[in-house]
Nanobody, 120 residues
Framework: QLQASGGGKVRAGESLRLFCAAS?????????MAWYRQAPGKQRELVAV???????NYADSVKGRFTITKDNVRKSSFLQMDSLKPEDTGVYIC???????????????WGLGTEVTVSS
């Protein structure tokens, strides 16, 4: 399973660091970790993703402010969020992917999410 933490209530311009860790024997050999955001009244959107051998990608709205990292040994990921804005408010959901026997297809695992509220 995936466990996410680090959310909270901050003011615009402040920072938060989210943490996600995978546990259990079922999730191993993680090749992709990502963070999604579910804002009130909006669809879930991909915020940041890190892929082994391919690097990182970010939503345009967070480029230059958010940084995703991945620790393969600890099966975990951090999302460093700086210069937070009110529009960053939402539930941040961790995703981990592991390869399958079919090339290009992964297993997806989801955490419950951690809530971030940014006030102006």
């Amino acid at each position: 399973q995936l466990q996410a933490s680090g959310g909270g209530k901050v003011r615009a311009g402040e920072s938060l660091r989210l943490f996600c860790a995978a546990s259990g024997r079922k999730i191993y050999d993680i090749n992709v970790m990502a963070w999604y955001r579910q804002a009130p009244g909006k669809q879930r959107e991909l915020v940041a993703v890190i892929t082994d051998g391919k690097g990182t990608n970010y939503a345009d709205s967070v480029k230059g402010r958010f940084t995703i990292t991945k620790d393969n040994v600890r099966k975990s990921s951090f999302l460093q969020m700086d210069s937070l804005k009110p529009e960053d408010t939402g539930v941040y959901i961790c995703n981990a992917q592991t390869p399958t026997a079919v090339a290009g297809m992964n297993n997806y695992y989801w955490g419950l999410g951690t809530e971030v509220t940014v006030s102006s």
